[in-house]
């Protein structure tokens, strides 16, 4: 039976097209009925098939995105392993302690991924200029793997940085074509709120939002609320799988407001610099107070970051400091 939900909003990206297009379907089968409202769906089938071709394309795109971590992370493997060799070399031709400050490895191979590259460019570069005189000559051997490896760590590295940006910008664009669908959605279901105020009224069953209590659909298992940390503002994120793998973001009391908006940015696993925090909302007015959002867009080997801020109607207070959960 087709998942039921009285906010759509709080679903993840594919059980939201699927529950607006079992909602188009069921609007559909009211036309002609004493409650239908036809003005209030106008635009919104060629929204969704909107919202439905930059999801594919986003799909993809995640999908590629870790396959292209894998070649940047095999790539600074191996240029670990060629600027090893050379570390251990060139002592062997030139004794003087200085030669590996010189090249910039006296301090050992970084394993850090950006302090890597600015390692070896500058490795790179200072065997530029003296890859030419003869006392270097033994060194050609390990640079001409080196240097290879530095190149091809590079493009993987530009490779992978431009295919996770582009999923970035397409996670953008489809969140921006999601405002306007949940906008009209929350029309749509406040119209048959009016007509049936009851969210236990039987008449909500063969609906796709269902009644409060699910409809036909077993109830789904109250999600417990996670203690919550010493966090800035009592903003929290934590992660869970059951009743489904999801981020639960949430956040304790700031005083007097009906609900709280969220804004989330995505990395790499292990990148610890925060981002820039994003312009776009991720969700809007979360109106459980104090129950969490489930975020259930998430994938392993990335982390979540989270800002959340406190909404009472129009109101909107100041967003609190990040905190972030990985899924590893």
């Known amino acids: 039976m087709p998942k039921k939900s009285r906010f759509p909003q709080q679903l993840g990206w594919e059980d939201f097209l699927t529950i607006m297009r079992d909602i188009i379907s069921w609007l559909l089968s009211q036309v002609g009925k004493p409650d239908h409202q036809p003005t209030l769906e106008v635009g919104l089938e060629a929204k969704v098939d909107d919202y439905e071709a930059v999801l594919t394309d986003y799909n993809i795109k995640k999908d590629l995105t870790p396959e292209y971590r894998e070649l940047k992370d095999n790539a600074m493997k191996a240029l670990r392993e060629a600027l090893n060799r050379v570390r251990d070399t060139l002592p062997v031709f030139f004794p003087d302690p200085a030669i590996l400050g010189e090249f910039g490895l006296a301090g050992g191979i970084k394993t850090d991924e950006d302090e890597l590259y600015i390692q070896a460019s500058g490795c790179m570069a200072h065997w530029a200029l003296v890859s030419v005189l003869p006392e270097y000559a033994p060194l050609v051997p390990d640079f001409d793997v080196a240097q290879p490896a530095f190149d091809d760590f590079v493009a993987k590295r530009q490779q992978y940085?431009?295919?996770?940006?582009?999923?970035?910008?397409?996670?953008?664009?489809?969140?921006?074509?999601?405002?306007?669908?949940?906008?009209?959605?929350?029309?749509?279901?406040?119209?048959?709120?009016?007509?049936?105020?009851?969210?236990?009224?039987?008449?909500?069953?063969?609906?796709?939002?269902?009644?409060?209590?699910?409809?036909?659909?077993?109830?789904?298992?109250?999600?417990?609320?996670?203690?919550?940390?010493?966090?800035?503002?009592?903003?929290?994120?934590?992660?869970?799988?059951?009743?489904?793998?999801?981020?639960?973001?949430?956040?304790?009391?700031?005083?007097?407001?009906?609900?709280?908006?969220?804004?989330?940015?995505?990395?790499?696993?292990?990148?610890?610099?925060?981002?820039?925090?994003?312009?776009?909302?991720?969700?809007?007015?979360?109106?459980?107070?104090?129950?969490?959002?489930?975020?259930?867009?998430?994938?392993?080997?990335?982390?979540?970051?989270?800002?959340?801020?406190?909404?009472?109607?129009?109101?909107?207070?100041?967003?609190?400091?990040?905190?972030?959960?990985?899924?590893l």
């Open 161 to 327: 940085t431009l295919a996770f940006q582009a999923m970035q910008a397409v996670q953008n664009d489809m969140e921006q074509l999601r405002i306007p669908i949940q906008e009209q959605e929350r029309k749509i279901f406040d119209w048959y709120r009016s007509r049936y105020p009851d969210a236990n009224d039987p008449w909500w069953t063969d609906t796709p939002w269902g009644t409060s209590g699910g409809g036909e659909e077993p109830e789904e298992p109250e999600v417990p609320l996670p203690e919550i940390p010493d966090k800035p503002e009592g903003v929290y994120a934590n992660f869970m799988t059951e009743p489904v793998i999801a981020m639960l973001v949430g956040c304790g009391k700031y005083g007097e407001h009906t609900g709280f908006d969220v804004v989330r940015a995505v990395t790499p696993a292990g990148v610890t610099e925060t981002p820039t925090r994003p312009e776009e909302l991720f969700a809007t007015n979360i109106d459980v107070i104090n129950e969490p959002l489930l975020d259930t867009d998430i994938d392993p080997g990335y982390r979540y970051w989270y800002w959340v801020r406190a909404r009472n109607g129009d109101e909107v207070g100041e967003w609190s400091e990040v905190v972030w959960v990985e899924y």
